[in-house]
Nanobody, 114 residues
Framework: EVHLVESGGGLVQPGGSLKLSCAAS????????MRWLRQAPGKGLEWVSS????????SYADSVKGRFSISRDNAKNTLFLQMNSLNPEDTAVYFC???????RGQGTQVTVSS
């Protein structure tokens, strides 16, 4: 059974940074591409970023390109999202998931506010 646990969210001021983590279990993590998604209050699920299984290919939504960085540690079955230059529009619950799979964790709340 796929099990994903996101962490690292919190309250941060505009311009600040956070690093999210996603601990994966129940599948062979190193064999799968992974992604980050987010859902802002009152809005639908939005794709943020993806990374291939080896970590040498990444892709980003235009809204976060140049500010966010996705990475992974296959030895520790962990996915990361480094978020810099945060702005209020980044406020959302952030989820990790396998690419092509709807299963995701409980999410971690990111709130950007002064």
């Amino acid at each position: 059974e796929v099990h994903l646990v996101e962490s690292g969210g919190g309250l941060v001021q505009p311009g600040g940074s956070l690093k999210l983590s996603c601990a994966a279990s129940g599948f062979t993590f190193r064999s799968y591409a992974m992604r980050w998604l987010r859902q802002a209050p009152g809005k639908g699920l939005e794709w943020v970023s993806s990374i291939n299984n080896s970590g040498d290919w990444t892709s980003y939504a235009d809204s976060v390109k140049g500010r966010f960085s996705i990475s992974r540690d296959n030895a520790k079955n962990t996915l990361f999202l480094q978020m810099n230059s945060l702005n209020p529009e980044d406020t959302a619950v952030y989820f990790c998931a396998k690419v092509g799979d709807s299963v995701r964790g409980q999410g971690t709340q990111v709130t950007v506010s002064s």
